[in-house]
């Protein structure tokens, strides 16, 4: 039985937060417990002397899930202030990431809860020291992935690029979810690259999430988020609930 899925997008402000957030919802539904996980996020503020980490912090109200203390480092090892890539950012603090010790977190919030929804940053081939990117990181987790991709003009590309280098690395896609990123309504261009993502990546497109305001401005709760999702995030026949 799978424990857990991976979020990652074709790039940066695709919509991984709000599917994550979906996911958790879904499964919460199913009275399972879950807990989120975003190893590394840049951009943070400083609040005293805590740093704020803007992924997590939404992702986690959108879900409606407060986290007990004892996750909350787990959650969010590695906080970095520079909105930047993930080895930009951390090399600004002379700190060198470590898959490892995202692993020690990742390990010590499994076993205390039955499904783990783990959000990357970026795309797959961000690095995120001198020598790995977010894939080998991936890869030593080894769960199923669901993409997150813009449900407009241009998606294709990058979503079968992001398809093609998943794939060759040996891991389980589990499906797409197209997120309108802006207000544009549904039409031609969207319908079309939904049918041509499943046929030509061989992929199922899981759900849409529709735009609103509130969810692009990260003010958005839990009622809201339902009401944007279309479809079934994670379908049960890929990952059931016990």
């Given at each position: 039985m799978n424990r857990g899925c991976f979020i990652t997008g074709t790039d940066t402000g695709v919509g991984k937060t709000v599917v994550?957030?979906?996911?958790?919802?879904?499964?919460?539904?199913?009275?399972?417990?879950?807990?989120?996980?975003?190893?590394?996020?840049?951009?943070?503020?400083?609040?005293?002397?805590?740093?704020?980490a803007p992924d997590p912090d939404y992702g986690l109200r959108l879900a409606g899930i407060t986290p007990a203390p004892e996750d909350r480092a787990d959650i969010c090892p590695y906080r970095l202030l520079m909105p930047a890539s993930p080895h930009?950012?951390?090399?600004?603090?002379?700190?060198?990431?470590?898959?490892d010790r995202i692993l020690e977190s990742?390990?010590?919030?499994?076993?205390?809860?039955?499904?783990?929804?783990?959000?990357?940053?970026?795309?797959?081939?961000?690095?995120?020291?001198d020598s790995d990117t977010m894939l080998e990181l991936m890869r030593r987790l080894a769960l199923p992935v669901i993409i997150a991709c813009r449900a407009g003009l241009g998606t294709l590309n990058h979503t079968l690029l992001t398809v093609r280098v998943l794939r060759d690395a040996g891991l389980d896609l589990a499906g797409l979810v197209?997120?309108?990123?802006?207000?544009?309504?549904?039409?031609?261009?969207?319908e079309d690259n939904r049918c041509t993502l499943e046929r030509m990546a061989a992929v199922p497109v899981t759900s849409r999430i529709a735009y609103h305001p509130a969810l692009a401005a990260g003010t958005a709760d839990p009622r809201i988020l339902r009401s944007c999702v279309q479809g079934t995030v994670l379908p049960d026949s890929i990952f059931p609930v016990k």
């Open positions: 994550s957030a979906a996911v958790l919802l879904q499964r919460i539904e199913r009275e399972q417990r879950v807990m989120y996980m975003k190893p590394v996020q840049t951009g943070c503020r400083q609040a005293g002397g805590e740093r704020i930009l950012a951390a090399a600004r603090e002379d700190v060198t990431i470590s898959i990742y390990e010590r919030l499994q076993r205390r809860h039955a499904f783990l929804v783990v959000e990357g940053a970026g795309g797959v081939l961000v690095p995120l020291n197209l997120v309108q990123t802006t207000p544009e309504p549904w039409g031609d261009i969207e």
